[in-house]
């Protein structure tokens, strides 16, 4: 597991979407996670450079912890890694 806290905005970004393909790979969580953001396939993909839908896909992932902790196994970082994320994707939007 990747254990790195000194998450940098294009590391964050990184995580982010690494997260992102977590939630797409599974389709209810994909439904819940465009039923809950509002966001569309389309303007989905439009939006994944901006630092605030990139935050948006963590929280989401934050907000239900079983999600969090799949997401962090999965993806080989710890969830703190991905809260850490979150907190510096909202600093740069």
Avoid: W
Wanted: hydrophobic share 45%; glycine share 4%; proline share 6%.
């Amino acid at each position: 597991m990747t254990v790195r806290s000194d998450t940098n905005p294009d590391y964050a970004a990184t995580l982010a979407l690494d997260a992102l393909t977590f939630v797409l790979n599974e389709p209810l969580r994909a439904d819940r996670f465009i039923g809950m953001t509002g966001l569309t396939p389309d303007n989905l993909r439009e939006r994944l450079k901006d630092p605030s839908t990139l935050a948006a896909i963590l929280a989401f992932l934050e907000a239900y912890e079983p999600d969090l902790i799949a997401c962090a196994e999965s993806t080989g970082h710890t969830p703190e890694a991905l809260v850490a994320a979150r907190r510096t994707l909202e600093q740069a939007a």
